[in-house]
């Protein structure tokens, strides 16, 4: 094993595992099943972009005592070899006949007595990343085992961040700090969105960021109409307010904030806006402790909003972040998670600027026992105008 | 709906829809249930880095005869609203009481009779992105209904390319061409690996990618361990073999091909190593044509390398490529699928160097009735040297 090649020491994943274990006993579950890059990422230090290609399931088993078992394809096996982990069986992958169905169901068979249950996150957030075909072989074939919803075990575990686990997080808001600073150099009036798009990756790249999984943004007068489009060729305009958001990811962790500019000199609703966004966000830092509700949240960040005589807007105003750009806990009216000391957490109310307009702001933060600290730089309390 | 947000025009759409709708009569499914990014890309036209975020599902139902239904959270209306797409039904998610089942239900059974047949992709390469405790509600509140495998029906729609489509990818590659060229000004011996695959990326965007999904690639003596790792730290070294592998994305489109350097002079395994991959690729582009099967050109490729005295590396030796970074069919000996004019190819042979070091070469064709048209540049026949 080549440590060096380690995101993180052996500890920090034993650590995982033994909390892991501790849910499953609460729960009665005898393994984990994983197929989720996050989960397997979380339990094993395995990163690899591969994942963009759909052709191959990859699983991990975690038993209710000693370390986990990787069955993946064959192609992973020099990476998985550097992990922490050493029970890694390997099949030539993908095989249309049997796609590591056999070797799961043996490797299960072996953690789990026949009248045992598997866990498996199958809840919100979660996805089985394997063809559903083969999972409903695969639990025929460990009858009379019984499979049982795991998403409540993985995410008690996975919402606390240890210290080395916020590191990263800290340094990806770094790196996405220093490229929002250099958004001026190339958000001039008359530059299309997508070439902005282009250059802020770039500027993230060049920060230090491994890879840049998600940039989103927008640009019109006094906001934008959506936040998850891709970039179009029309140019910035003055008048403009410029949205950017992103998702970097240093070391397998993600940052997600964003930030709005004024071409040229903003106008008094957007300037209004934006104060508006940054005191309601000012506010719930201050009220924010372990033990409030998620939906409190969204109620203190839309009250703020509200409160300045403005309409907040609909939707999450906020969630979890970490090995995935977007985890639970949601803050919208429904999600009843309390919110616990070590969870990193984005902030993202959003006021109405006109009809079919809107602006965001987002910060990312890690709950302490006292209240919030912050990972992204604070955004200025003022829009910051890009001069044209 | 704004047009120029298109990738294609609506015709484009229609004609993949009419072509699902054949298969989907010949397999006497009544509706398709998509609920993966790519296949949503492809029938829609809805294309987003918001798949970043597992937080929701999203759904498309395909009717056995008129247009698509989009049954998705409100974040979405926005940006689907401005596809061909007319019929959208919306939700605020996340919901944790119901995130959108309900109303894909009622979809679903608008579109299906009680005795009707549901095809949803759960075979080789297909997942179900929504939560399966979500799916197995579905599936009960549908009942009669029963759910069937489209996973064929989508595959051979999906496999062969429009010309529109087939223009997109050709671009993607070239743009890859062009980052390629410039790899010599930055991998230079001492450089950090990690700082290579940086400016890798940094080159792709200014070459004009839209975004980056895939970098992955190795340096070793006459080769590299594997070909999924992300970079470590440590500099490339005089006589190392530095290999590159993008799926760099434009207009939602991936290429997928690799390019191998020499840091400094090469050794003759290495100079043999290339030569023997490039000819085997010459050799198995002389001999495709429609009709033969995925798995010959496994062994057209293997035999290429085995004739040349070199040992040919285990795995799949290419694959499809369009939407995803890999679609099928997959160059290994099981892959029975029989090649069309019209598919897009890779051809990925490997080289066995040393005990534990190969080499890989990839290029990515699109399959004519004549025969294989390029769409990356062909590699040089000689290993290019980076002097150092």
Not at 10 to 39: C, N, Y
Not at 288 to 314: F, K, N, T, W, Y
Request: glycine share 8%; with cysteine.
């Amino acid at each position: 094993m080549d440590e060096r090649s380690l995101i993180f020491p052996a500890q920090e994943f034993r650590a995982r595992i033994a909390a892991l274990q501790a849910g499953m006993a609460d729960q009665s579950l005898d393994a984990l099943l994983l197929t989720a890059p996050a989960d397997i990422f979380y339990t094993t230090g395995f990163l690899t972009r591969f994942w963009e290609s759909p052709a191959r399931p990859w699983f991990v088993v975690v038993p209710q005592a000693g370390d986990p078992v990787a069955v993946i394809p064959s192609i992973g096996a020099d990476l998985m070899g550097r992990t922490w982990l050493h029970d890694i069986r390997t099949w030539d992958a993908p095989n249309p006949h049997d796609d590591g169905v056999s070797l799961l169901a043996d490797a299960l068979a072996q953690a789990v007595a026949p009248k045992g249950r598997i866990g498996l996150p199958m809840g919100l957030e979660a996805h089985l990343r394997m063809p559903l075909a083969d999972f409903e072989a695969l639990r025929a074939r460990l009858a009379p085992r019984r499979f049982a919803d795991a998403t409540a075990c993985m995410q008690r575990v996975r919402e606390v961040k240890s210290e080395a686990e916020i590191d990263k997080i800290r340094a990806g808001c770094a790196i996405a700090a220093r490229a929002f600073a250099r958004v001026p150099e190339f958000a001039q009036a008359g530059r299309p969105l997508a070439h902005v798009f282009r250059d802020f990756q770039i500027a993230l790249l060049s920060e230090g960021a491994d890879w840049v999984s998600y940039v989103a943004g927008g640009a019109g007068p006094d906001g934008y109409g959506d936040v998850i489009s891709p970039a179009g060729p029309a140019p910035l305009q003055r008048g403009d307010v410029l949205m950017l958001d992103t998702g970097a990811v240093k070391d397998g962790y993600f940052c997600d904030f964003d930030r709005n500019y004024a071409i040229g000199p903003a106008s008094d609703t957007a300037r209004r806006a934006h104060s508006t966004l940054w005191h309601a966000t000012e506010d719930t830092l201050a009220a924010l402790r372990p033990g409030i509700l998620a939906r409190d949240v969204h109620q203190l960040l839309s009250r703020g909003i509200e409160q300045r005589g403005m309409i907040p807007g609909g939707g999450r105003l906020g969630h979890g972040l970490g090995v995935t750009l977007t985890e639970w806990p949601s803050f919208t009216p429904l999600d009843e998670t309390p919110l616990r000391a070590g969870m990193v957490l984005t902030l993202e109310p959003v006021c109405v600027t006109a009809e079919g307009r809107l602006m965001v702001h987002e910060e990312n933060i890690v709950l302490r026992d006292t209240g919030p600290e912050l990972l992204s730089p604070r955004a200025p309390e003022d829009l910051p105008e890009i001069r044209t």
